[in-house]
């Protein structure tokens, strides 16, 4: 079983940056795929970005590609993520999730651990 707490959320303005991270228990994180997904209220759960065990296959939703950096530190069982240029439309709950390799990296349906979430705010 692998726990995940998300941290780092918060209100910024538009142009703004912020950094979430993901904190995993387990001894078993470097054998998981790791993905950041969002919801914002009213829509349906959507997928920013995920790497695979080592970093080594990188995949970004085209609505995130040149703003937001996936990263692992698997000494540190913590994912994160680096979000530059955040628009209004960037605002929702954003939640770390881990699944086994291989499969649909894109599909929410495929993780089987999720975080609670941290709620990202951005300001017009």
């Known amino acids: 079983q692998v726990q995940l707490v998300e941290s780092g959320g918060g209100l910024v303005q538009a142009g703004g940056s912020l950094r979430l991270s993901c904190a995993a228990s387990g001894r078993t994180f470097s054998t998981f795929v790791m993905g950041w997904f969002r919801q914002a209220p009213g829509k349906e759960r959507e997928f920013v970005a995920a790497l695979t065990e080592i970093g080594a296959n990188i995949y970004y939703a085209d609505s995130v590609k040149g703003r937001f950096t996936i990263s692992r530190d698997n000494a540190k069982n913590t994912v994160y993520m680096q979000m530059n240029s955040l628009k209004p439309g960037d605002t929702a709950v954003y939640y770390c999730?881990?699944?086994?390799?291989?499969?649909?990296?894109?599909?929410?349906?495929?993780?089987?651990?999720w975080g609670q979430g941290t709620q990202v705010t951005v300001s017009s």
């Open positions: 999730a881990a699944k086994s390799p291989g499969g649909n990296y894109y599909s929410s349906n495929g993780y089987d651990h």
